[in-house]
């Protein structure tokens, strides 16, 4: 087993709060953009839900698409807000994104 770091800890066990019943594969590369260098200074739990969102956003909705379609950023990101509510639903997240926050980091 290797040895984690206290930042480690922390990412696990907010990932483990928000979602419970995220596939695997998602929970890894979830873990590593939360443990990026420029998330760093977030608190660990803030930085799990912005990787979180972004994780989803890319690998789950077609935001990528409307991105190459030409949709702005913020258009793009309104029309994908419930197809990631949906997938963290599904997960049985503790938390929705709100389409009206701004707390919604790529």
Do not use: C
């Amino acid at each position: 087993m290797t040895a984690r770091t206290g930042r480690q800890r922390a990412i696990a066990k907010a990932l483990t709060a928000l979602l419970p019943l995220a596939p695997l594969a998602d929970i890894e590369a979830i873990r590593a953009q939360a443990g990026a260098r420029h998330m760093r200074d977030l608190p660990p739990a803030i930085a799990v839900w912005l990787a979180t969102v972004s994780h989803v956003r890319h690998a789950h909705t077609d935001y990528d698409a409307l991105l190459d379609d030409g949709y702005d950023r913020d258009a793009a990101r309104f029309f994908v807000v419930d197809d990631i509510n949906r997938v963290l639903t599904a997960w049985r997240a503790t938390r929705l994104l709100d389409p009206d926050a701004d707390d919604d980091g790529d």
